[in-house]
């Protein structure tokens, strides 16, 4: 296609009507890749009770998905750049709505492990194409501003609402019907998403670098691997070698990308200190949000011990405010500043994680809803504001790759939330004492995870089971507490450091 039938294409998408139904494909794909990231929180008791993973083994189930989602973002946006944003977005539906029954079916840990993998490398496809297909449907600066203010509201929104989905789910079926939901929606969007939507794609875009795919994936995930290991089983060589290998290979794809003519990522974007701002911002937004919804799903399951949907329920209020700041931001950061809307966002973030703190066994609704309620406030007016920072900094030739950097951003966010917070929650639970005269084989279940301590506590004697469970569920409440006051001094200290890193940023009027 040639640059002036790509202008065309783009002047007939941005005139017709039908780009806002083109927008609402775009945010039912958006909601269910956000969705799936959390919806496993509510059904983990279940899995666990299932397939029986080890501690590792369910972090692993947790944050597998976010890891290749997070090393694949930024070589699938370069793709479709080259390719064709649509025809990526429709092949990744159809390979997610497949995946997904593999998912459901999972029959062993190291299986389910595998499945969340492939999963993730259908999401990969869907993320940085919806935002790429906003910025070239929509020219105008406000529109698109509302636009990605409703893309935004459902990414952060499909984070909260997943427990919701899940415990209706889980209530009424078993563990596997949390991923078969996809399959509908998926339908949906490829038959309406073939009539609806404009293909755009770089004009210009040179080969595609294979080597650096390779790089970015296995730099990302062993970094994370290494991070997620360390904290929870201390240094050892293998967590080493595994830090070293990633860094290594993160170093080796920047320098590659910076000798190629037509690189996977233009890392000459993150000398705009605006663009680098926004993106830190949005990777601690996410990994304070997406970390605290995951565990709060079992605290409120298993040490609270209420009904998933009841869980789900109580988390609703997240969505309810990431969906009203979604929509709001771009006019806030234009009556006060994009400085101050992030910041601000960060700071919200940081005042419910620090409420958390003072969450136990008895806490309240209302106190938790007001807590989740800012906290999605927070985090759907920085997220969905630093998008559009990230997608006004760039050329619409570029859109693909510029987004694929803000969803990398979101996406490992959500890992490393799981991935950090859930060490500190594991290293302090695993340090519980049981009581004496537990048998052997129950400690270690108990000590493995907080699901597994409630199994093995109704195989005990009744005041045997009630001992062990309640210093089990003390034990989890401690590494809750630190984890949520270590995510709270992170999300202060990036809402001071976005304050000047976003001095003088504007959005487009």
């Known amino acids: 296609m040639t640059s002036t039938d790509q202008r065309a294409t783009d002047t007939g998408a941005v005139r017709s009507p039908g780009r806002w139904l083109a927008l609402a494909v775009l945010v039912l794909a958006v909601l269910l890749v956000a969705v799936d990231a959390t919806v496993l929180g509510l ?23 976010s890891f290749v989602i997070a090393g694949l973002l930024v070589s699938m946006g370069s793709l479709g750049d ?16 497949a995946v997904s029954v593999l998912n459901a079916y999972a029959s062993s840990p190291e299986m389910m492990i595998a499945a969340r993998a492939l999963l993730g490398v259908a999401g990969a496809t869907l993320m940085p194409s919806t935002l790429a297909l906003i910025r070239n449907i929509f020219h105008d600066p406000k529109e698109r501003s509302l636009a990605v203010g409703i893309w935004g509201a ?35 969007l490829v038959l309406v998403g073939i009539k609806l939507l404009p293909e755009s794609r770089d004009p210009n875009p040179g080969p595609w670098d294979l080597i650096s795919v390779v790089l970015s994936l296995v730099g990302m995930v062993a970094v994370v691997y290494a991070v997620k290991e360390a904290a929870v089983e201390g240094f050892r060589w293998d967590i080493a070698a595994s830090a070293v290998v990633g860094i290594a290979a993160l170093l080796w794809f920047v320098r590659r990308q910076l000798t190629l003519k037509s690189p996977l990522l233009d890392m000459r974007l993150f000398h705009h200190r605006g663009f680098s701002g926004a993106v830190l911002a949005d990777l601690l937004t996410i990994l304070g949000l997406s970390g605290l919804v995951f565990f709060l799903s079992q605290f409120l399951q298993l040490v609270q011990m209420r009904s998933p949907l009841e869980a789900g329920l109580i988390e609703l209020p997240a969505a309810v405010g990431a969906v009203g700041a979604g929509l709001l931001a771009g006019r806030i950061a234009r009556r006060a500043s994009v ?6 966002g960060l700071a919200a973030v940081g005042v419910a994680l620090a409420a958390c703190m003072a969450i136990g066994a008895s806490t309240g609704v209302v106190a938790l809803g007001v807590a989740l309620f800012l906290g999605g406030l927070g985090a759907g007016l920085a997220f969905t504001v630093t998008a559009d920072v ?12 510029a987004s694929a950097v803000s969803e990398t951003a979101y996406e490992l966010g959500a890992a490393l939330g799981i991935a950090l917070l859930g060490s500190v929650v594991t290293g302090i639970y695993r340090g519980f004492t049981v009581p004496a005269g537990v048998p052997a084989g129950a400690a270690d279940a108990a000590r493995d995870s907080l699901g597994g301590a409630v199994e093995s506590a109704g195989q005990l004697p009744s ?10 569920q003390g034990a989890f409440t401690d590494g809750f507490q630190t984890a949520a006051g270590v995510g709270a001094l992170v999300l202060f200290a990036t809402a001071v450091a976005a304050w000047f890193l976003l001095r003088g940023q504007k959005l487009e009027s």
Do not use: C, H
Not at 339 to 344: M, Y
Not at 390 to 401: N, T
Not at 463 to 472: H, M, T, V, Y
């Open 390 to 401: 990230i997608l006004s900094s760039v050329p619409k030739e570029q859109a693909g790759a």
């Open 82 to 97: 080259r390719i064709g944003r649509k025809k990526l977005l429709l092949v990744g539906a159809v390979a997610f709505g």
């Open 339 to 344: 400085r101050s809307a992030v910041s601000g």
């Open 154 to 188: 459902a990414a952060s929104a499909g984070a909260a609402v997943g427990p919701v989905v899940g415990g209706f789910l889980l209530e009424n079926f078993w563990w596997g019907s949390v991923f078969l939901i996809n399959l509908p929606v998926m339908a949906v």
């Open 43 to 65: 059904a983990t008791p279940f899995l666990s009770e299932d397939l029986k993973p080890s501690g590792t083994q369910l972090l692993w189930i947790g944050d597998v998905y």
């Open 463 to 472: 005041e045997q089971g009630s001992a062990l469970l309640s210093s089990a």
